[in-house]
């Protein structure tokens, strides 16, 4: 099972809105609703930000969402904030081989 | 406080065995699948496998199969992962994660702090 594909980097500025892509198949991001986004700053664990495409625990904050069309699904961050740089991963449940997915990460930085 | 707790940084030598521990408290543990991800140096995070502490039932991601063996004791409220022969190439960051409800497709949402292993002659 290969990873999701997702963007090596990304940028914005305080106060802009960035989105990132997660790109799988019909076996996982397609094929269910069960696609999760986590925050990882550096030498920290993970951190869910977004489960179920576009829901958010209780405690993160509303700049975050999550959107899914077809194979790819995709993370939104609005109103930038210096806090907000760090990896993203997202990951798909999945039905073949492996029970979960991630994807390779992607930098975020906040210019 | 619902958390993870994890044993504490190893450095080993190719060959040896090893076991890291993730231990549950602030909730019950038996009913929860605990997860195992790898984090290599640099690198993304990789999904290792899954324990059911109930029951033990585990789940295995095939790059993982038969390179270690996830165990838990329900009555510590401990999971653990361990190696037989450790190479050079399992040195890396290892989290435990606790799926937020309890059937598997669902995220996880408390992680523990991690545990670094690392191997080398």
């Known amino acids: 099972q290969s990873a999701l594909t997702q963007p090596a980097s990304v940028s914005g500025s305080p106060g802009q809105s960035i989105t990132i892509s997660c790109t799988g198949t019909?076996?996982?991001?397609?094929?269910?609703?069960?696609v999760s986004w986590y925050q990882q700053h550096p030498g920290k664990a993970p951190k869910l930000m977004i489960y179920d495409v576009s829901n958010r625990p209780s405690g993160v904050s509303n700049r975050f969402s999550g959107s899914k069309s077809g194979n790819t699904a995709s993370l939104t961050i609005s109103g930038l904030q210096a806090e907000d740089e760090a990896d993203y991963y997202c990951?798909?449940?999945?039905?073949?081989?492996?029970?979960?997915?991630f994807g390779g990460g992607t930098k975020l930085t906040v210019l | 406080e619902v958390q993870l707790v994890q044993s504490g940084a190893e450095v080993k030598k190719p060959g040896e065995s090893l076991k890291v521990s993730c231990k549950g408290s602030g909730y019950s543990f038996p009913n929860y699948w605990i997860d195992w991800v790898r984090q290599m140096p640099g690198k993304g995070l990789e999904w290792m496998g899954t324990i059911y502490p109930g029951d033990s039932e585990t789940r295995y991601s095939p790059s993982f199969q038969g390179q270690v063996t996830m165990s838990a004791d329900k009555s510590i409220s401990t999971a653990y992962l361990a190696w037989s022969s450790l190479k050079a190439s399992d040195t890396a960051m290892y989290y435990c994660?606790?799926?937020?409800?309890?059937?598997?497709?669902?995220?996880?949402?408390?992680w523990g702090q991690g545990t670094t292993v690392t191997v080398s002659s």
């Open positions: 994660a606790r799926r937020r409800q309890q059937w598997l497709e669902t995220p996880f949402d408390i």
């Open positions: 019909s076996s996982d991001v397609g094929g269910y609703n069960y």
């Open positions: 990951s798909s449940y999945a039905n073949s081989g492996t029970l979960e997915v």
